[in-house]
């Protein structure tokens, strides 16, 4: 599929590769987590002002799991209930905390107006697949048994994520449906990794490897998984569900120049296919990464206020 980047996104990209930036497969997953955190302070927009912002502690069979509440100056109440999105950033499930995608959880928080609530879950090689998923689920599975003291309507839910986030939001949806956590009234899905075979034709395509690389791809996949045999568990590759029926309607957004584009434009059309309500996004000349960008890319901005319309027009 041809990509044309937007002048603001290649741009951006010609920074990146002029700044000399090593790639992150060729640093420690310490000195990755470090470089991610520094490029975050330099594309993220001004945050909005919220009402609180204040951490969490979520105790799990693991152990602690930090997390962080977001509270916007106008919320959405039905009996003194607000809307919940739960949310897991991205970062291949090896780099990105709860302060890479703070601004993005506060400007979420703010065009949705809903509380937000960002989950820690451990990072790999420190702690490999399921243990982020393990995390996710846990951890969504306690919000909503604490919702009222959190002040949250548990019927009124939500899961999302970006890239690696955008997995785990998958994942906690299908293993709510089949029984193991809350109900989810939504999911928001911001460019996901679905399927772990990586054979989709985005994949192989020279234009898309930007920013996240093929080659970063693959060392992401190689710290997270145990092995060849967690390619085809469905908690690791969503797109691997027997069925995707039952689900709760979602938002999924894709970018043209991104390697995962194709097996979550695939992912969009099966969950419609399997009579779940999608609204779907594309951002053609966007790369990987695009929607934490907001300082330097007004795409950025743009999705994040279409993301909060939906997400108040659900409930």
Known sequence: MPVVLD???AAVFTAFQEAGRPPY???SPTEARELYLKGRAVTNPDPPELLSVAPL????PTGPIPARVYTPKTLRKAGGLAPCLVFFHGGGWVIGDLDSHDVVCR???HEG???VISVDYRLAPEHKFPAAVDDAIAATKWIAANAGQLGIDPSRLMVGGDSAGGNLAAVVALAARD???PRIAGQVLIYPATDFAMTHPSHREPETSILLTHSVIKWFCNHYLRGASDIDNWKASPARATTLAGLPPAYLLTAGADPLRDEGDEYARRLKEAGVAVTYRHFPGQFHGFFTMGKLLQQANVAASDIGVWLKALN
């Open 7 to 9: 002048p603001d996104a």
């Open 107 to 109: 400007k979420l928080a």
């Open 113 to 115: 107006e809903l509380i």
């Open 179 to 181: 029984g193991d956590g």
């Open 25 to 27: 497969e060729t640093v």
């Open 57 to 60: 502690t979520i105790p799990s």
